[in-house]
């Protein structure tokens, strides 16, 4: 079957860096995407990766292993505005998104 | 990045009655749109997949006649959820995506309240 596994939640505090893992197991791979959710909102696209490495983008790079079937979001400088969910998602052979649970991230100042 | 549309934002209906959420791409043709439903603290759960023109298709476990959808043009889809029930209750999203290989735009979210 088709698994995408990240943490439920994760705390960290305000100007820190946090990282938040992806790893995944799917029926092809067309490329695996970040998104992030606040509370009572649609995501909102923040990352792409369909080669292996590291894409930096502001505050935010990604960072994916295809061989090792593993993802991260790296979060730096850490903002209390940052506080919400990040969702793990991979992009299959049908170019569906499978989604994982999403990491509930929470800001201490 | 391109705009999705969803609407209505929130909507509060009685038990027994139908209610429909729309979902425009507003600057891209969809070939494909995706409708959503989220319940709280959960992850998205693909309800259907609707190619422009054609039927959509359904996820397991989604029943297509309490969900209509339709996707009569490239820039326009619907959700109808029919004889709605308080466990109907969630959070509607859609997505749109131009092409096949190409990233999906989500929408605002349509909050759906049966009393």
């Known amino acids: 079957g088709q698994n995408i596994d990240q943490p439920t939640e994760m705390t960290a505090t305000e100007g820190a860096i946090v990282q938040i893992n992806c790893t995944y197991q799917?029926?092809?791979?067309?490329?695996l995407f970040w998104y992030q959710q606040h509370a009572g909102e649609a995501p909102t696209f923040l990352s792409y990766n369909v080669l292996d490495g590291l894409e930096e983008k502001g505050r935010f790079s990604s960072f994916l292993s295809r061989s090792k079937g593993y993802s991260y979001l790296l979060l730096k400088e850490l903002q209390m505005k940052d506080s919400a969910s990040y969702l793990c998602a991979v992009m299959d052979s049908n170019y569906q998104l499978i989604w994982g649970a999403g990491t509930k991230l929470i800001i201490k100042p | 990045g391109a705009v999705v549309s969803q609407h209505p934002s929130w909507v509060i209906c009685k038990s027994g009655t139908s209610v429909k959420i729309e979902c425009r791409s507003l600057d891209f043709q969809a070939t494909t749109m995706f409708w959503y439903r989220q319940f709280p603290k959960q992850s998205l759960m693909l309800m259907a997949t609707?190619?422009?023109?054609?039927?959509?298709?359904?996820e397991q476990g989604v029943e297509k006649d309490k969900f209509l959808i339709n996707h009569a043009s490239l820039t326009l889809s619907t959700l109808t959820v029919t004889s709605a029930h308080p466990e109907d209750s969630s959070f509607y999203i859609c997505s749109a995506r131009a092409t096949s290989d190409t990233e999906a735009f989500f929408g605002q979210g349509t909050r759906l309240t049966v009393v």
């Open positions: 609707s190619n422009e023109g054609s039927k959509a298709t359904y």
């Open positions: 799917t029926s092809g791979f067309n490329g």
